[in-house]
């Protein structure tokens, strides 16, 4: 197993991918919470631990928090976060 962190700004779709959004906009989510991503998460039957007072490098002012989660070896950040865009529509 190997850990992902996902920041909300991955799949936020107001940022571009200059500010850090990694998903296409097709499948990015409105407004994403830390909170409904982890339930999602918790739904999917991963491990996963959420760090609530951290602040995105990009954006030191503003805390948002992120997750970590542990998934297969064999699972690309990229593709982890298209699951979950896909799995919060």
């Known amino acids: 197993m190997k850990e992902i962190i996902l920041w909300p700004a991955y799949i936020d779709l107001k940022r571009t991918k ?3 959004r990694k998903v296409p906009k097709e499948i990015a989510i409105q407004n994403p919470k830390l909170k409904e991503i982890a339930s999602k998460i918790k739904k999917m039957g991963l491990e996963y631990s959420v760090e609530n007072k951290k602040s995105y490098p990009k954006e030191s002012w503003e805390i948002c928090g992120y997750i970590k989660v542990k998934v297969d070896e064999s699972t ?3 593709q982890f976060l298209k699951e ?3 799995n919060m529509k």
Do not use: H, Q
């Open 18 to 20: 200059n500010e850090g």
């Open 84 to 86: 979950i865009c896909i």
């Open 76 to 78: 690309s950040k990229l």
